[in-house]
């Protein structure tokens, strides 16, 4: 069982930043690959940013390229994802997943991830 704990979501205005932190206590980390996910009222789940296992490859949303930043410290137990330039669009409920297992690569459909977070609020006022 893998059990996943968000945190930094918040307020923010618009061109501003903040930085989501995603962790998970045992010795899985290293073993998990782990993504972003996003949801607004009314929409589906959204793939934000994913990384394998290693840390060594990653993967955007169209929406986020070149604003949001993934990384995954396998000694810290800790994922996260600084996000920069933020939109009003970007205004969502931000989820941590995971894959037990390693892909060749980074999946991007939720219906392959094993493991979710309680999700942390991100809003950005305009």
């Known amino acids: 069982q893998v059990q996943l704990v968000e945190s930094g979501g918040g307020l923010v205005l618009a061109g501003g930043s903040l930085r989501l932190s995603c962790t998970t206590s045992?010795?899985?980390?290293?073993?998990?690959?782990m993504g972003w996910f996003r949801q607004a009222p009314g929409t589906e789940r959204e793939f934000v940013a994913g990384i394998s296992c290693s840390g060594l490859i990653t993967d955007y949303g169209e929406s986020v390229k070149g604003r949001f930043t993934i990384s995954k410290d396998n000694a810290k137990n800790l994922m996260d994802l600084q996000m920069n330039s933020l939109k009003a669009d970007d205004t969502a409920i931000y989820y941590c997943a995971a894959i037990y297992g390693c892909p060749t690569i980074v999946r991007t459909s939720p219906k392959v991830y094993d493991y979710w977070g309680q999700g942390t609020q991100v809003t950005v006022s305009s």
């Open positions: 045992g010795r899985t980390f290293r073993n998990i690959a």
